[in-house]
């Protein structure tokens, strides 16, 4: 809750859908770096 609480309160672009494709990416990015504080040996990206 407290890394998603620290986004930012107001939208970085005009429109739904970029706003909408900026909020995925910043996810997959969340993800990617918790994978790898994890260190979660079993992954397989391909």
Known sequence: ER???QR???VRYRG????RFA???????F???RIIVL???NICFS
């Not at 739904?16 to 706003?19: S, T």
């Not at 909020?23 to 990015?29: G, H, L, N, T, W």
């Open 16 to 19: 739904i859908a970029k706003n």
């Open 8 to 10: 930012e309160r107001r």
């Open 39 to 41: 260190n979660l040996p």
């Open 23 to 29: 909020a995925f990416m910043q996810a997959i990015c």
């Open 31 to 33: 993800n990617l770096k």
């Open 3 to 5: 890394v998603f609480s």
